[in-house]
T-cell receptor, first 113, second 112 residues
């Protein structure tokens, strides 16, 4: 199973950029990199996903290494509402056992006012 | 506007007393999922429905069952809750299996 490794936690200051790393050295060619986040007492929320190229949306940017063995979720200006657990998840586009959301421990982001 | 609605937000039941949690969606998605999230742990998939086809995860206890009477609703039935079943139960939907999942706010179950 392709797996991801994330630091346990990270702290950031409000209104500063945040870079959340994720390692996935055993990623396969058909694995998409997905990021979800879970705010306190809420269900997880989709953030962004990508395959090879960097991706941007209204919430964040996803930078994917050229060898695809790592990626970074970028929050351009952290707010207090961004404090959450961020999960980096690989999903196999072909289907099968690796096509579901398998949550790891995630990284807990704290944002200082 | 909530798109995946879970009721109730908090549920208390007694040890061994059957309990049902409900989930409804306004997205008209084909797939509905149930996850269990214990305290300080990551969500864990219990099962999912693709339309009317039920797919159980291999390690989901028999104590947990699900019903999907129509596209909009899905229920999680716990036949005989034990203390270890106290958790947050999350419902999610997606248009198809590999698509983005939309989660409800969850139901926190306490077992006394």
């Amino acid at each position: 199973d392709a797996k991801t490794t994330q630091p346990n936690s990270m702290e950031s200051n409000e209104e500063e950029p945040v870079h959340l790393p994720c390692n996935h050295s055993t990623i396969s060619g058909t694995d998409y990199i997905h990021w979800y986040r879970q705010l306190p007492s809420q269900g997880p929320e989709y953030v962004i996903h990508g395959l090879t190229s960097n991706v941007n949306n209204r919430m964040a940017s996803l930078a994917i290494a050229e060898d695809r063995k790592s990626s970074t979720l970028i929050l351009h200006r952290a707010t207090l509402r961004d404090a959450a657990v961020y999960y980096c998840i690989l999903i196999d586009s072909i289907g099968g056992a690796n096509s579901k959301l398998t949550f790891g421990k995630g990284i807990t982001l704290s944002v200082r006012p | 506007d909530a798109m995946v609605i879970q009721n109730p937000r908090y549920q208390v039941t007694q040890f061994g007393k059957p309990v049902t949690l409900s989930c409804s969606q306004t997205l008209n998605h084909n797939v509905m999922y149930w996850y269990q999230q214990k305290s300080s742990q990551a969500p864990k998939l219990l099962f999912h429905y693709y339309d009317k086809d039920f797919n159980n995860e291999a390690d989901t206890p028999d104590n947990f069952q699900s019903r999907r009477p129509n596209t909009s609703f899905c229920f999680l039935d716990i036949r005989s809750p034990g203390l270890g079943d106290a958790a947050m139960y999350l419902c999610a939907t997606s248009r198809k299996l590999l698509n983005i999942q939309y989660f409800g706010a969850g139901t926190r179950l306490s077992v006394l």
